[in-house]
Every structure is written in structure tokens, then in C-alpha cells.
């Protein structure tokens, strides 16, 4: 008799081989193209006026001086920068570990897609399907010119998606150990490495501090459960809180004392950035006097005049970024402009620096309204019909290389010159800034990623309703809640992000946007998902389950 059910095995094996074959062909493929695109353009990085904050440090030091913190940036990614070019004496090493980051990037998120589909106990999409979807999120991600343009700046942005990614993938391996395997010791190793790096994201980029607070709450959480012992507790806490304080906080704390630049650099960019807000509350204590206000009638009349005549001056040299707030506010920081010219009326620089604090404090206090618009403008950036992390503007590397070599060619002599590093790349940007060179977007990329863009705001409004499902209905809320979980830590991501920006910065800076292409994509993917297995469970007929067949990989 013929045994038709081993045959049926039989099959079963080879299509689920074959699968296998196919996935692990295309990701590699896909790391393959990616790879070409980044190593194919020139080595030498990209920079911007930023720059010499984040490369003096280590000029500095290979020069023979102390590792010298300045511009009031945090020594985390100056230190890599001067790791990088210790080890193979050249700048372009740094685009290199950059894009190799990058790549790392892409294949994490590949990892978490996977992931986390085991929270999910019967998962309706065929395991096939889901493996397609994370294999397009994959080729999006490393593929698109936002990210090769990021990684080759010498910027924090370069290497800030990595960790980023790697937090994202430790907290869900928490979950999984957690609550799928049943892991304890894991899960609190797990747990213990997510909060080192979100320890470290905030001084490689402010802006993730509350993304940090946010996006390990789960963690944070498993510290008052008492099923667990509370030595192994402690240690998921204060292993990575005693590393960072002893690899991280000291060392920031010594370096940003030496640095002159820390004690006014963000009061500075909060006043100017709000100097419209500012503006009005000033003018509100001119007319009314305010015992509160300790500067005399004269002084501030002069301070707003001053504020007033240079706010006209920067709008004509208001760029793209700076659109929505109407002024320049860069020009008031860096140029010839408020900050340097105010020291005429406070010389001191700590009284400048108690003059920003003061009425950027009492700007909020006395004109909350003002504040808060500007604060609900800059999130509608982000949460509107056009999502800014998939924007394309892509410009020239020789205009940079060109930018790059004048403003370098205007730092201190004895440090260009006599660092052959830097001299060699200066030689190589003069020589490039002739050439044309660019990232160029693949054509399939330039029509999909403005869906994706216009669909995001849709698909977070269709993932809350899915959430709303949960809460009100308990078998979806078992079957799909642990993965709900992950989806809402890949909007935390995005809002810890944006709520920081909007209220310290302006969302119209590209830059801001595009660091959270890796999250945002993959939680696009994830809401989707979601959105799916619950409203197949919310809306199929009970009496008739669907039969979908799922071929694991």
C-alpha cells in the first residue's frame, strides 16, 4: 500500500528547503548590491559646518595635544573618529566602518522582522509571505540613497541606526526570552545589554533620549516583578548603569568641563531657535516691567533690538530646513550675528549662557501658547500626509567636497598641515570637488518610497485601531499582544525622536528625519502586520477558521 502521507512529508521538506535556499540567496544578494553601492564612490567623507566639533578632538590628539572636547559635542563619536583613524590612519576608514555599520544595519533589521514573528503564537501569514515582505524592507533600507548618503557623512547620524537597531533587537530578544522561551538568566542578559545601549545612544545623538526612556520600558518594568530574585534584578540594572557611569558619564563630564563651548552652546541654540517666542516675551517685559526679570530697562531694550535687526537679516539665507520657522536660526548661532554680537551687551560668558536659560525658562512660562505651536508645527512635519524620513534630496558630492575643502582650508593651519591625515584629505576633497559624483536613487526606490511616505500616517492611525481591538477584545488580546508590544516600541522610536526635536530643535532639518529610516521602516512593516492578523481574527467567521498554509523558514 502506498504511503501517500510520507510522500506529502516528503515534499513538504524539499519545498521548505527550497525556500531556505531562496531566502538566504536573495538577502545575500541584495548585501552584495548594497555593498557595491557604498564601496564604488569615493572613500573620503562627506561633512558639513559641524564638522571640526566632531574631528578636532582627534586632530588634537594625533597631533600630540590632549583628546580636547569642543563645540559642546559629546565625546562619544569624536572618540570613534579618533579610534578609526588611530587604527588605519586615514579619514576614508571612517566611511568604510560607516557603511560597513550600515550593512550591519540592514541585516538587524532582517534579524528583528524575523524575531518577531515568533511572538506571535499561530501567526496567519504563511511564514513565506512574511519572509518576502522582510527581504522588501531589507533592500529598501540598504538600497536607498538616504541611507549610503547618511553612512558617508562624518557625522553621528552614520552609525546612530546601528545602535539604534541593535537596542530595538535586544529588547525583543528580552521578550522572546522572556515570555516565549522561558529563559530567565537570558532574558536578564538581554534586558542588561538593551539598557547599555540605550545609555549610550544619548550621547552619540541627544535627540534618542526619550526614545532610550521609552523604548526599554518593557526592561524597566521586569524590575518589579517578584517572581524573579532580586540579586538577578539588580544585576540587569546596575551591571549596565555602573558601565556606563564608569565608560561614559565620567569620561563626558571631564571632557565637556574643559570644554568652553559646553557652558553656552545649548542655552544658545534653544534661545535662537525659539527667537521669535523669545522675541514676544521680551518685548511683553518691556512693556511690563517684571521684578522676576533681572536686567535693567536699558539692557533688554538693546538685547531686543539687536534680536529684532538680526532675525531680518538671516531670513534671506533661510534654507530648506528652516522653512517652517521663517528665519535662519543657524545664522543667529554662528555667524556674525545675535550670539557673538550679544556679548557687546553681557560680556561674561556664564551671563550669557543664565540670559538664554532664563527666558527660553520663561518664554515657556509666560507664553506657553507660543511654545506649544511651535511644538505642534514641528511634530505636523513628521506626522503629516508626507512623511520626511523618506524624502529624496540628494545633492552633488563635488559641491560638498567643495564646501568642505574652504571651510577646512579656514581652520588653523598647524593642525591641517601638520596632521598628514588631514592633509591628505583636503588634497583628495580639492581634487573631487571638480568631479561629479552622486548616490543615485534606484528608479524602483524613487516610486515606492513616496507611498511609503504617504501611507505612514494612515498606518499608525490603522495600528492604534488595531490597539484599541486588543484592549477591548481578550482572545486577540493573547494571541497578537506581545507582538503589539513590539510595534508599539517601533512608534516609541519615532515619537521619543520627534517630541525631543520638536521641542529643542525644528523637524524641517532632513538630517533628523532620515537617522530613523531603519526604525520607521521596519515598524511600517510591523503595523501592517499587525493590522492584518487582527483584523483576521476580529472579522473571520468562527464557525469556519481560514486554512492558510504556512511553510515556516
Known amino acids: ?71 559642546g559635542r559629546a565625546f562619544v563619536y569624536p572618540g570613534f573618529v579618533y579610534l578609526v583613524i588611530s587604527a588605519f590612519r586615514s579619514l576614508n576608514a571612517i566611511t568604510a566602518v560607516q557603511h560597513l555599520l550600515g550593512l550591519g544595519t540592514g541585516l538587524l533589521l532582517l ?12 501567526p496567519l501569514i504563511p511564514a513565506v509571505w512574511h519572509d518576502i515582505a522582510g527581504l522588501g524592507l531589507f533592500a529598501i533600507f540598504l538600497l536607498c540613497a538616504q541611507s549610503i548618503i547618511a553612512e558617508h557623512h562624518l557625522r553621528p547620524e552614520g552609525i546612530a541606526p546601528f545602535f539604534a537597531m541593535l537596542g530595538f533587537a535586544l529588547t525583543i530578544r528580552f521578550l522572546l526570552a522572556k515570555h516565549i522561551d522561558a529563559q530567565p538568566r537570558q532574558a536578564l542578559c538581554y534586558g542588561a545589554a538593551s539598557l547599555a545601549v540605550a545609555f549610550l545612544l544619548p550621547l552619540l ?72 517666542q523669545i522675541r514676544a516675551q521680551l518685548a511683553s517685559d518691556l512693556d511690563h516691567p517684571d521684578a522676576a526679570v533681572p536686567y535693567p530697562h536699558e539692557q533688554l531694550q538693546s538685547i531686543l ?45 556664564t551671563a550669557q549662557a543664565d540670559f538664554y536659560r532664563l527666558y527660553f525658562r520663561r518664554t515657556w512660562q509666560q507664553k506657553p501658547g507660543l511654545m506649544l505651536h511651535k511644538f505642534a508645527a514641528q511634530l505636523g512635519l513628521f506626522y503629516g500626509l508626507n512623511c520626511p524620513v523618506y524624502e529624496e534630496k540628494v545633492s552633488g558630492f563635488d559641491r560638498n567636497y567643495r564646501d568642505t575643502a574652504t571651510f577646512l582650508s579656514g581652520r588653523p593651519a598647524t593642525i591641517i598641515a601638520g596632521v598628514p591625515v588631514t592633509a ?96 520607521t521602516l521596519l515598524t511600517q512593516g510591523l503595523a501592517l502586520w499587525l493590522v492584518i492578523e487582527v483584523a483576521a481574527r476580529k472579522f473571520r467567521r468562527p464557525d469556519k477558521p481560514p486554512e492558510i498554509a504556512s511553510v515556516p523558514v
Open 1 to 71: 500500500m502506498h504511503d501517500f502521507r510520507n510522500e506529502d512529508t516528503e515534499q513538504k521538506r524539499a519545498l521548505l528547503r527550497g525556500c531556505t535556499l531562496f531566502f538566504h540567496a536573495c538577502w545575500i544578494l541584495i548585501l552584495a548590491c548594497a555593498a557595491w553601492r557604498r564601496f564604488s564612490l569615493p572613500a573620503e567623507p562627506l561633512t558639513d559646518r559641524d564638522v571640526w566639533g566632531y574631528l578636532s578632538p582627534a586632530l588634537a590628539k594625533l597631533s600630540g595635544g590632549p583628546f580636547q572636547q569642543t563645540e
Open 111 to 122: 534579524v528583528n522582522w524575523k524575531a518577531a514573528r515568533r511572538l506571535l503564537p499561530n
Open 205 to 276: 545623538k541627544p535627540s534618542y533620549a526619550l526614545s532610550s526612556v521609552l523604548t526599554t520600558l518593557p526592561v524597566w518594568w521586569h524590575l518589579f516583578d517578584r517572581r524573579e530574585k532580586g540579586t538577578r534584578r539588580l544585576a540587569m540594572a546596575g551591571v549596565p548603569v555602573v558601565a556606563a557611569w564608569l565608560l561614559l558619564w565620567i569620561p563626558e563630564g571631564r571632557y565637556a568641563a574643559a570644554d568652553p563651548r559646553t557652558q553656552t552652546f545649548l542655552p544658545a541654540s534653544l534661545f535662537t531657535i525659539h527667537a521669535p
Open 305 to 349: 533690538q539687536l534680536l529684532d535687526a538680526e532675525i531680518e537679516i538671516s531670513r534671506p539665507s533661510v534654507r530648506h530646513g528652516f522653512v517652517s520657522l521663517g528665519f535662519n536660526p543657524d545664522y543667529l548661532l554662528y555667524e556674525d550675528s545675535f550670539c557673538r554680537k550679544l556679548a557687546a551687551i553681557l560680556p561674561e560668558r
Open 424 to 519: 591628505n584629505y583636503l588634497a583628495a576633497v580639492q581634487r573631487l570637488a571638480e568631479a561629479h559624483t552622486n548616490a543615485t536613487q534606484p528608479r524602483m526606490l524613487k516610486s515606492l518610497l513616496p507611498i511609503l511616505a504617504r501611507s505612514y500616517l494612515p498606518g499608525l492611525l490603522l495600528a492604534m485601531a488595531a490597539f484599541a481591538w486588543l484592549l477591548a477584545e481578550s482572545d486577540i488580546r493573547a494571541a497578537c499582544g506581545r507582538f503589539a508590544t513590539v510595534v508599539a516600541l517601533g512608534y516609541a522610536y519615532n515619537l521619543g525622536n520627534n517630541v525631543s526635536i520638536a521641542l529643542f530643535h525644528t523637524l524641517g532639518i532632513g538630517r533628523y528625519s532620515h537617522v530613523q529610516l531603519a526604525t
